[in-house]
Protein backbone atom coordinates (compact mmCIF):
# COMPACT_ATOMS: atom_id res chain seq x y z
CA UNK A 1 0.00 0.00 0.00
CA UNK A 2 1.27 3.15 -0.84
CA UNK A 3 1.20 5.93 1.91
CA UNK A 4 -0.50 8.99 0.18
CA UNK A 5 -0.64 11.14 3.58
CA UNK A 6 1.13 14.37 4.34
CA UNK A 7 0.76 16.27 7.68
CA UNK A 8 0.69 20.20 7.53
CA UNK A 9 0.77 21.40 11.85
CA UNK A 10 -2.12 19.35 13.18
CA UNK A 11 -3.26 18.46 10.50
CA UNK A 12 -3.11 15.27 8.32
CA UNK A 13 -4.39 15.39 4.64
CA UNK A 14 -4.89 11.73 3.35
CA UNK A 15 -3.16 13.00 -0.12
CA UNK A 16 -1.70 16.17 -0.52
CA UNK A 17 -4.06 18.12 -2.61
CA UNK A 18 -5.99 21.04 -1.75
CA UNK A 19 -8.36 23.18 -3.66
CA UNK A 20 -7.23 26.33 -4.08
CA UNK A 21 -8.88 29.29 -2.46
CA UNK A 22 -11.88 31.61 -4.46
CA UNK A 23 -11.67 28.53 -7.32
CA UNK A 24 -14.06 25.41 -5.50
CA UNK A 25 -16.50 28.42 -4.23
CA UNK A 26 -17.70 27.02 -0.04
CA UNK A 27 -17.50 23.46 -1.71
CA UNK A 28 -21.23 23.04 -2.35
CA UNK A 29 -20.98 24.39 -5.84
CA UNK A 30 -19.03 21.82 -6.76
CA UNK A 31 -19.82 18.85 -4.66
CA UNK A 32 -22.25 17.32 -7.22
CA UNK A 33 -19.04 17.04 -9.65
CA UNK A 34 -17.26 15.10 -7.12
CA UNK A 35 -16.36 13.47 -3.69
CA UNK A 36 -15.75 15.84 -1.41
CA UNK A 37 -14.28 13.79 0.63
CA UNK A 38 -11.99 12.30 -1.40
CA UNK A 39 -9.40 15.69 -1.45
CA UNK A 40 -6.88 15.98 0.92
CA UNK A 41 -8.42 19.18 2.10
CA UNK A 42 -10.90 21.87 1.14
CA UNK A 43 -9.71 25.38 1.21
CA UNK A 44 -12.83 27.60 1.13
CA UNK A 45 -12.85 31.38 -0.73
CA UNK A 46 -11.50 34.07 1.27
CA UNK A 47 -14.06 35.06 4.40
CA UNK A 48 -14.27 38.54 5.70
CA UNK A 49 -15.76 39.91 8.96
CA UNK A 50 -18.55 42.12 6.68
CA UNK A 51 -20.19 40.94 3.41
CA UNK A 52 -18.23 41.78 0.37
CA UNK A 53 -19.66 42.99 -3.03
CA UNK A 54 -16.91 42.67 -4.65
CA UNK A 55 -15.56 44.52 -7.61
CA UNK A 56 -17.31 45.81 -10.77
CA UNK A 57 -17.61 43.53 -13.70
CA UNK A 58 -15.95 42.45 -16.02
CA UNK A 59 -13.81 41.18 -13.32
CA UNK A 60 -12.61 37.47 -14.95
CA UNK A 61 -10.63 37.69 -18.59
CA UNK A 62 -9.11 34.98 -20.58
CA UNK A 63 -5.67 35.90 -22.03
CA UNK A 64 -3.05 34.15 -24.42
CA UNK A 65 -1.27 33.09 -21.37
CA UNK A 66 -3.68 32.28 -18.45
CA UNK A 67 -6.80 34.19 -16.92
CA UNK A 68 -6.73 37.42 -14.60
CA UNK A 69 -9.18 37.98 -12.30
CA UNK A 70 -10.10 40.99 -9.98
CA UNK A 71 -13.10 39.48 -7.87
CA UNK A 72 -12.30 41.35 -4.99
CA UNK A 73 -12.86 39.12 -2.44
CA UNK A 74 -16.83 38.51 -2.77
CA UNK A 75 -18.07 36.86 0.20
CA UNK A 76 -21.19 36.80 2.54
CA UNK A 77 -19.19 37.23 5.50
CA UNK A 78 -18.31 35.71 8.56
CA UNK A 79 -21.90 35.01 9.95
CA UNK A 80 -23.08 34.32 6.91
CA UNK A 81 -20.47 31.00 6.58
CA UNK A 82 -20.68 30.02 9.89
CA UNK A 83 -24.43 29.85 9.68
CA UNK A 84 -24.82 28.89 5.83
CA UNK A 85 -21.86 27.33 4.28
CA UNK A 86 -19.84 25.21 7.18
CA UNK A 87 -22.74 23.82 8.19
CA UNK A 88 -22.91 22.33 4.45
CA UNK A 89 -18.86 21.43 5.02
CA UNK A 90 -18.79 19.66 7.97
CA UNK A 91 -21.13 16.67 6.26
CA UNK A 92 -17.97 15.63 4.54
CA UNK A 93 -14.87 13.66 5.82
CA UNK A 94 -12.61 15.97 5.05
CA UNK A 95 -10.19 18.90 6.30
CA UNK A 96 -11.98 22.16 6.14
CA UNK A 97 -9.58 25.24 5.55
CA UNK A 98 -10.70 28.58 5.96
CA UNK A 99 -9.30 31.52 4.19
CA UNK A 100 -9.52 34.87 5.85
CA UNK A 101 -8.89 38.52 4.37
CA UNK A 102 -8.90 41.58 6.32
CA UNK A 103 -8.16 45.36 6.42
CA UNK A 104 -6.32 45.34 9.79
CA UNK A 105 -5.09 42.75 12.85
CA UNK A 106 -8.56 42.95 14.17
CA UNK A 107 -10.49 41.80 11.48
CA UNK A 108 -8.23 38.73 11.58
CA UNK A 109 -8.33 38.10 14.89
CA UNK A 110 -11.88 37.87 15.20
CA UNK A 111 -12.10 35.97 12.60
CA UNK A 112 -9.85 33.52 13.73
CA UNK A 113 -11.66 33.46 17.03
CA UNK A 114 -14.96 33.18 16.00
CA UNK A 115 -14.23 30.25 13.40
CA UNK A 116 -12.08 28.38 16.41
CA UNK A 117 -15.55 28.74 18.45
CA UNK A 118 -17.44 27.48 16.04
CA UNK A 119 -15.83 24.21 15.61
CA UNK A 120 -15.17 22.03 12.31
CA UNK A 121 -12.36 24.21 10.95
CA UNK A 122 -9.23 22.53 10.99
CA UNK A 123 -6.99 25.45 9.67
CA UNK A 124 -7.13 29.26 8.67
CA UNK A 125 -5.24 30.19 5.59
CA UNK A 126 -4.01 33.93 6.19
CA UNK A 127 -4.30 35.42 3.39
CA UNK A 128 -2.43 38.38 3.08
CA UNK A 129 -1.98 38.56 -0.66
CA UNK A 130 -5.08 39.55 -2.69
CA UNK A 131 -3.68 41.88 -5.14
CA UNK A 132 -7.53 43.23 -6.41
CA UNK A 133 -8.43 45.40 -3.00
CA UNK A 134 -6.89 48.48 -2.01
CA UNK A 135 -4.72 47.75 0.84
CA UNK A 136 -5.13 44.01 0.07
CA UNK A 137 -1.71 43.19 -0.19
CA UNK A 138 0.17 45.29 2.83
CA UNK A 139 0.48 42.76 5.04
CA UNK A 140 2.37 40.44 2.27
CA UNK A 141 4.81 43.09 1.24
CA UNK A 142 6.09 43.76 4.62
CA UNK A 143 8.04 41.27 7.02
CA UNK A 144 7.17 43.67 10.00
CA UNK A 145 3.40 43.88 9.38
CA UNK A 146 3.26 40.20 8.83
CA UNK A 147 5.30 38.86 11.94
CA UNK A 148 2.55 41.50 13.67
CA UNK A 149 0.01 40.01 12.04
CA UNK A 150 0.63 36.50 12.70
CA UNK A 151 1.78 36.85 15.84
CA UNK A 152 -1.82 38.24 16.90
CA UNK A 153 -3.53 35.56 15.47
CA UNK A 154 -1.11 32.78 17.45
CA UNK A 155 -2.41 34.02 19.90
CA UNK A 156 -6.26 33.69 19.20
CA UNK A 157 -6.13 30.14 18.00
CA UNK A 158 -4.60 26.67 18.14
CA UNK A 159 -5.83 25.74 14.81
CA UNK A 160 -3.22 25.10 12.40
CA UNK A 161 -2.15 28.56 10.42
CA UNK A 162 -1.46 29.07 6.75
CA UNK A 163 -0.02 31.89 5.68
CA UNK A 164 -0.50 32.68 2.21
CA UNK A 165 2.32 34.63 0.18
CA UNK A 166 2.15 36.98 -2.64
CA UNK A 167 4.63 36.75 -5.82
CA UNK A 168 4.47 40.59 -5.90
CA UNK A 169 7.53 41.24 -3.61
CA UNK A 170 11.17 41.39 -4.25
CA UNK A 171 12.00 38.68 -1.50
CA UNK A 172 9.33 36.63 -0.55
CA UNK A 173 11.20 34.36 1.84
CA UNK A 174 11.85 37.40 3.90
CA UNK A 175 8.45 37.59 4.15
CA UNK A 176 7.92 33.94 4.23
CA UNK A 177 10.29 34.22 7.46
CA UNK A 178 8.78 36.66 9.77
CA UNK A 179 5.34 34.55 9.32
CA UNK A 180 7.21 31.32 10.24
CA UNK A 181 9.01 33.08 13.62
CA UNK A 182 5.92 34.54 14.21
CA UNK A 183 4.02 30.90 14.88
CA UNK A 184 2.44 30.06 11.09
CA UNK A 185 2.17 26.29 11.15
CA UNK A 186 2.64 26.63 7.36
CA UNK A 187 3.16 28.74 4.14
CA UNK A 188 1.23 28.75 1.62
CA UNK A 189 2.45 30.20 -2.21
CA UNK A 190 1.48 31.53 -4.47
CA UNK A 191 -1.10 33.73 -4.80
CA UNK A 192 -1.18 35.72 -8.31
CA UNK A 193 0.60 37.72 -10.12
CA UNK A 194 -0.64 41.63 -10.71
CA UNK A 195 -0.84 42.11 -14.49
CA UNK A 196 -3.88 43.53 -16.70
CA UNK A 197 -4.96 43.78 -20.56
CA UNK A 198 -5.68 46.27 -22.94
CA UNK A 199 -8.73 46.18 -25.85
CA UNK A 200 -6.87 47.39 -28.99
CA UNK A 201 -10.21 48.81 -30.67
CA UNK A 202 -12.00 50.48 -27.96
CA UNK A 203 -8.69 51.73 -26.51
CA UNK A 204 -9.84 50.37 -22.83
CA UNK A 205 -8.39 47.93 -20.22
CA UNK A 206 -10.15 44.72 -20.32
CA UNK A 207 -10.60 44.49 -16.48
CA UNK A 208 -12.98 47.60 -14.73
CA UNK A 209 -10.37 47.32 -11.70
CA UNK A 210 -7.93 47.91 -14.82
CA UNK A 211 -4.91 45.38 -12.67
CA UNK A 212 -6.13 41.63 -11.85
CA UNK A 213 -4.72 38.34 -10.43
CA UNK A 214 -2.66 36.34 -13.45
CA UNK A 215 -2.82 32.74 -12.69
CA UNK A 216 -2.88 29.34 -14.53
CA UNK A 217 -0.08 27.15 -16.23
CA UNK A 218 1.62 31.16 -17.25
CA UNK A 219 3.00 30.88 -13.36
CA UNK A 220 3.94 27.77 -12.89
CA UNK A 221 7.81 28.40 -13.28
CA UNK A 222 7.51 31.25 -11.02
CA UNK A 223 5.74 30.02 -8.15
CA UNK A 224 8.19 26.35 -8.73
CA UNK A 225 10.88 28.87 -7.88
CA UNK A 226 9.51 30.32 -5.13
CA UNK A 227 9.11 27.80 -3.31
CA UNK A 228 12.01 26.21 -3.89
CA UNK A 229 13.61 28.89 -2.66
CA UNK A 230 11.16 29.18 0.35
CA UNK A 231 12.37 25.77 1.12
CA UNK A 232 16.21 26.05 0.99
CA UNK A 233 15.89 29.46 3.36
CA UNK A 234 12.97 27.36 5.79
CA UNK A 235 13.54 23.90 5.22
CA UNK A 236 11.59 23.21 8.65
CA UNK A 237 8.13 24.92 7.97
CA UNK A 238 5.80 22.80 5.48
CA UNK A 239 4.87 24.28 2.22
CA UNK A 240 1.29 24.36 -0.13
CA UNK A 241 2.66 24.84 -3.24
CA UNK A 242 0.20 26.35 -6.02
CA UNK A 243 0.19 28.36 -9.87
CA UNK A 244 -0.82 26.83 -12.13
CA UNK A 245 -0.88 22.61 -11.75
CA UNK A 246 -3.25 20.96 -14.05
CA UNK A 247 -2.00 17.76 -14.10
CA UNK A 248 -0.16 15.09 -11.35
CA UNK A 249 3.30 15.97 -13.12
CA UNK A 250 2.72 19.59 -12.08
CA UNK A 251 2.39 18.97 -8.41
CA UNK A 252 5.03 16.21 -8.36
CA UNK A 253 7.44 19.14 -9.35
CA UNK A 254 5.89 21.47 -6.18
CA UNK A 255 6.39 18.21 -4.26
CA UNK A 256 10.25 17.75 -5.28
CA UNK A 257 11.15 21.43 -4.65
CA UNK A 258 9.74 21.11 -1.46
CA UNK A 259 6.33 21.51 -1.27
CA UNK A 260 4.48 19.10 1.56
CA UNK A 261 0.67 19.70 -0.35
CA UNK A 262 -0.40 21.24 -3.12
CA UNK A 263 -3.29 23.35 -4.16
CA UNK A 264 -5.46 23.14 -7.90
CA UNK A 265 -6.66 26.65 -8.57
CA UNK A 266 -7.56 27.69 -12.24
CA UNK A 267 -7.47 23.79 -13.85
CA UNK A 268 -10.71 23.89 -11.72
CA UNK A 269 -12.72 26.10 -13.94
CA UNK A 270 -11.61 23.74 -16.94
CA UNK A 271 -12.10 20.73 -15.67
CA UNK A 272 -14.37 20.43 -12.10
CA UNK A 273 -12.22 17.42 -11.00
CA UNK A 274 -9.28 18.54 -11.27
CA UNK A 275 -7.95 18.23 -8.01
CA UNK A 276 -8.82 14.68 -7.52
CA UNK A 277 -7.77 13.83 -10.84
CA UNK A 278 -4.08 14.95 -9.62
CA UNK A 279 -4.27 13.26 -6.33
CA UNK A 280 -5.56 9.93 -7.99
CA UNK A 281 -2.46 11.29 -10.81
CA UNK A 282 -0.09 10.92 -7.77
CA UNK A 283 -0.78 8.10 -6.26
CA UNK A 284 -0.40 6.22 -9.62
CA UNK A 285 2.80 7.51 -10.51
CA UNK A 286 4.20 6.49 -7.00
CA UNK A 287 3.44 2.74 -7.41
CA UNK A 288 4.80 2.88 -11.01
CA UNK A 289 8.22 4.41 -9.83
CA UNK A 290 7.97 1.61 -6.62
CA UNK A 291 7.77 4.85 -4.18
CA UNK A 292 5.83 3.31 -0.87
CA UNK A 293 5.53 6.85 0.74
CA UNK A 294 4.87 10.48 -0.62
CA UNK A 295 6.82 11.91 1.79
CA UNK A 296 9.44 10.92 -0.11
CA UNK A 297 9.17 13.02 -2.74
CA UNK A 298 9.12 16.46 -0.25
CA UNK A 299 12.09 18.35 -1.25
CA UNK A 300 14.13 15.82 -2.99
CA UNK A 301 15.46 17.73 -6.01
CA UNK A 302 17.55 19.57 -3.75
CA UNK A 303 18.79 16.64 -1.71
C1 LIG B 1 -11.07 33.53 -9.83
C2 LIG B 1 -10.05 33.44 -8.73
C3 LIG B 1 -10.40 33.82 -7.44
C4 LIG B 1 -9.47 33.74 -6.41
N1 LIG B 1 -9.84 34.11 -5.16
C5 LIG B 1 -8.96 33.98 -4.12
C6 LIG B 1 -9.36 34.28 -2.79
O1 LIG B 1 -10.52 34.63 -2.52
N2 LIG B 1 -8.42 34.16 -1.80
C7 LIG B 1 -7.14 33.74 -2.06
O2 LIG B 1 -6.34 33.64 -1.11
N3 LIG B 1 -6.75 33.41 -3.32
C8 LIG B 1 -7.62 33.52 -4.34
N4 LIG B 1 -7.23 33.18 -5.61
C9 LIG B 1 -5.84 32.69 -5.85
C10 LIG B 1 -5.76 31.16 -5.92
O3 LIG B 1 -6.16 30.55 -4.72
C11 LIG B 1 -4.32 30.70 -6.26
O4 LIG B 1 -3.45 31.15 -5.27
C12 LIG B 1 -3.84 31.23 -7.61
O5 LIG B 1 -4.89 31.30 -8.55
C13 LIG B 1 -2.69 30.41 -8.21
O6 LIG B 1 -3.07 29.08 -8.49
P1 LIG B 1 -3.64 28.58 -9.93
O7 LIG B 1 -2.69 29.07 -10.96
O8 LIG B 1 -3.71 27.08 -9.80
O9 LIG B 1 -5.00 29.18 -10.07
C14 LIG B 1 -8.15 33.26 -6.67
C15 LIG B 1 -7.81 32.86 -7.97
C16 LIG B 1 -8.74 32.94 -8.99
C17 LIG B 1 -8.34 32.49 -10.37
Known amino acids: MVNTSVKIG ?6 PVMTGSGT ?3 GSEMSEALDLSALGACV ?3 TSREPRLGNPTPRIIETSSGILNAIGLQNGGIDNFIEEKLPFLRQYDVPIIVNLVGYEVADYVYLAERLTEAGGVHALEINISCPNVKHGCDFAVDPKLTFELITALRKATDLTLITKLSPNVTDVVSVGRAAADAGSDALSLINTLLGTAI ?12 TGGLSGPAIKPIALRMVWQVHQALPNIPLVGMGGIVTANDAIEFLLAGATAVAVGTATFINPTAAIDVANGIEKFLAEQGIDDVNELIGAVTR
Open 199 to 210: DIRKRKFRLANV
Open 10 to 15: KLTLRN
Open 24 to 26: FGF
Open 44 to 46: VKS
